[in-house]
């Protein structure tokens, strides 16, 4: 089985998905499809991180922006890369061999909506698209802007394939458009337990963590101005218990980052991400909208308590009072980090409920899990559904 990934732009989360699927299901054949536009890394540091073996076709004429002559030229470049490495649902085979089929997956919205156009055009039905929160969810754009995009949504439903969510709430979202929807939750590969680490050979250690913080792109999305309000008011009662904040990244709304309070490190390597990780208590959000986060799920990989932004996505990784809080202001947020900072034993016990739940709904593993069973739906025509995924740890969440 050949799966083709349809990505604009190489960004983060969805570029992290991708790779995470071609990892854990490395028996079959991937080929990704990308945009140009970069966010963070360009395309050459973002294509090392894959692993070998994965074959790339660029699609140089995707934008991110609606753009009626712009996007009939990606759609018209896309069609012909499908046309060329799917016809109509098969690979082309080399000689004495057989067709392979081909399940089209589409990341993100610009290539969910070209991309189930041009599979139609083409009659090529094994099709799924993952959204990675949808575009009308955005709030740096006006209401009539939100309502176009729900209704290219729903339109681009009624062209075919099916929505796999990457965690519940968007498979919640989806399904209340009336689309043909399930979920397979985002996952990580659960890390060895640590010395210092919640039920590892020396707890003491874990009350060491003297950090509260966050790394992302210093973005509207992520909204760096309410980061640093709460870190403001917290200031007093967080230096009495010892803990300093901080922001993993840049990005264009840097400056809205209060340095007298915040320390903004920029990027750093994953093995330095790390070991702040392993440092910090909290990890503090204040996305104002999310799919299902791959830094929350790298925070709960290593024991952190949560407080998170109440949004989707982040909604399926709290269990109100037993990992963490949500919040929905900045007078919340830092009411109940206050209280968090000052109580040790709490954020330990929240901290390795946050792991216990990572384990139980959120792995890697499951993920591909989920998957292989949607792609191999996907092929046949039916559908029974991904894997039942849980929600929180308490329960079975059902689509």
């Given at each position: 089985m050949t799966i083709l990934h349809v990505l604009e732009p190489f960004a983060s989360g969805v570029t992290t998905a991708v790779i995470s699927i071609i990892t854990e299901l490395s028996d079959m054949r991937h080929i990704v499809i990308h945009g140009a536009r970069n966010q963070v890394?360009?395309?050459?540091?973002?294509?090392?991180?894959?692993?070998?073996?994965?074959?790339?076709?660029?699609?140089?004429?995707?934008?991110?922006?609606?753009?009626?002559?712009?996007?009939?030229?990606?759609?018209?470049?896309?069609?012909?890369?499908?046309?060329?490495l799917a016809p109509r649902g098969y690979t082309r085979p080399a000689d004495g061999e057989?067709?392979?089929?081909?399940?089209?997956?589409?990341?993100?919205?610009?290539?969910?909506?070209?991309?189930?156009?041009?599979?139609?055009?083409?009659?090529?039905?094994?099709?799924?698209?993952?959204?990675?929160?949808?575009?009308?969810l955005r709030t740096d754009i006006g209401p009539a802007k939100r309502n176009l995009y729900r209704f290219l949504e729903g339109f681009g439903g009624r062209l075919g394939g099916r929505v796999v969510g990457c965690g519940p709430s968007e498979g919640e979202l989806y399904k209340k458009l009336g689309r043909n929807t399930t979920f397979v939750s985002n996952g990580v590969a659960p890390r060895p337990s640590r010395t210092g680490d919640p039920g590892s050979a020396d707890p003491p250690g874990w009350r060491r963590r003297s950090l509260a913080g966050f790394t992302g792109i210093a973005s509207f999305q992520k909204d760096p101005a309410l980061f640093s309000a709460i870190a403001r008011t917290c200031k007093k009662d967080a230096g009495a218990a010892g803990f300093l904040f901080y922001w993993i990244g840049d990005g264009p709304l840097e400056k809205e980052l209060d340095r007298s309070v915040v320390t903004?490190?920029?990027?750093?390597?994953?093995?330095?991400?790390?070991?702040?990780?392993?440092?910090?208590?909290?990890?503090?959000?204040?996305?104002?909208?999310?799919?299902?986060?791959?830094?929350?799920?790298?925070?709960?990989?290593?024991?952190?308590?949560?407080?998170?932004?109440?949004?989707?996505?982040?909604?399926?990784?709290?269990?109100?009072?037993?990992?963490?809080?949500?919040f929905d202001s900045a007078e919340e947020g830092a009411?109940?980090?206050?209280?968090?900072?000052?109580?040790?034993?709490?954020?330990?016990?929240?901290?390795?409920?946050?792991?216990?739940?990572?384990?139980?709904?959120?792995?890697?593993?499951?993920?591909?899990?989920?998957?292989?069973?949607?792609?191999?739906?996907?092929?046949?025509?039916?559908?029974?559904?991904?894997?039942?995924?849980?929600?929180?740890?308490?329960?079975?969440?059902r689509i």
């Open positions: 890394e360009d395309s050459a540091a973002v294509k090392k991180r894959f692993p070998p073996g994965v074959a790339f076709v660029e699609w140089r004429s995707a934008g991110r922006e609606i753009s009626p002559s712009g996007d009939f030229r990606a759609l018209r470049e896309l069609a012909g890369i499908l046309r060329r057989q067709a392979e089929p081909v399940v089209v997956h589409l990341h993100s919205s610009k290539a969910g909506f070209l991309g189930r156009l041009a599979c139609r055009l083409l009659g090529i039905r094994s099709v799924i698209y993952t959204p990675h929160c949808g575009a009308f903004v490190t920029g990027w750093k390597s994953s093995g330095e991400v790390e070991k702040l990780l392993d440092r910090t208590a909290v990890y503090l959000s204040c996305s104002a909208w999310e799919g299902l986060p791959y830094g929350v799920l790298e925070a709960m990989n290593v024991s952190c308590a949560l407080l998170l932004r109440n949004v989707p996505g982040n909604r399926d990784l709290v269990v109100p009072g037993e990992n963490g809080w949500l009411k109940r980090l206050t209280a968090m900072l000052g109580d040790g034993e709490l954020l330990e016990r929240m901290g390795k409920r946050s792991r216990e739940i990572l384990e139980k709904g959120f792995t890697l593993k499951r993920m591909g899990e989920g998957y292989r069973a949607v792609y191999g739906e996907a092929l046949s025509g039916t559908r029974s559904g991904a894997p039942d995924q849980i929600r929180g740890g308490d329960g079975i969440y």
